[in-house]
């Protein structure tokens, strides 16, 4: 009798360990959300350094996942939109990392030769290209598409996280008709206004993880 109690207590003990370790893992990987902290990372950049978010504590952080051979992607690079908000905002402060979770083997994947190599012919200005192909940072993220867009303020906390603008389109004549999301979110942290439109649907390719 006793040792039925004893194995009742340590199944019950063994399930509540278990039940704790899965709502953990299940905490850990619940998405980040709009006015909380944005989950910190480290990474190399495409010269090999390490960047971490903690680094730009202060300042507006914009996340932008992206994969060279997405054609939503390259409707964005191609007819200059990207670039020019890269230019246009970090002239203002505003640190821009682009960050590449395609595994290898997959649309997308680069190493730092060959993403040095699109910034360079694309004519594009980010802070930094992050290397993420084992797509920690993605997940970390919840990033689904490329590109898929996140900001974050000068305190650490996602302010915006969605679509660049608001057509999920390739034609060049959209670009000028859409809501640009990004553009106005940005334009609001740095005049110190709340976001308006915190949360809007990403579109694009899906990002190729492993």
């Not at 619940?30 to 902290?37: C, E, L, Q």
């Not at 915006?160 to 999301?181: E, F, M, Q, V, W």
């Not at 709340?194 to 579109?203: A, F, G, N, R």
Request: proline share 7%; hydrophobic share 35%; aromatic share 8%.
């Amino acid at each position: 009798m006793k040792m039925l109690r004893k194995s009742v207590v340590l199944g019950g003990f063994l399930a509540g360990l278990l039940g704790a370790l899965l709502t953990g893992a299940s905490q850990a990987a619940d998405p980040p959300r709009i006015g909380h902290p944005a989950p910190d990372f480290s990474a190399s950049d495409s010269h090999g350094k390490t960047v971490s978010l903690a680094d730009y504590r202060g300042k507006l952080v914009v996340l932008e996942w992206t994969n060279d051979g997405c054609p939503f992607v390259q409707h964005y690079y191609k007819h200059g939109n990207m670039q020019a908000l890269q230019k246009e905002y970090t002239g203002k402060g505003v640190v821009w990392l682009s960050v590449i979770s395609s595994a290898p083997g997959t649309q997308g994947y680069a190493d730092g030769a060959r993403a040095d190599q699109l910034t360079r012919q694309r004519d594009a200005a980010p802070s930094a290209v992050l290397l993420d192909a084992s797509g920690k940072i993605g997940h970390l993220y919840d990033a689904k598409t490329t590109p898929h867009m996140f900001i974050i303020d000068g305190g650490g906390k996602l302010i915006y996280a969605g679509g660049i603008d608001s057509l999920p389109s390739t034609d060049p004549a959209d670009i000028a008709r859409a809501n640009p999301y990004v553009k106005t979110a940005l334009d609001e942290a740095l005049a110190g206004k709340p976001v308006s439109q915190p949360l809007t649907p990403p579109y694009g390719c899906s990002v190729k993880y492993e």
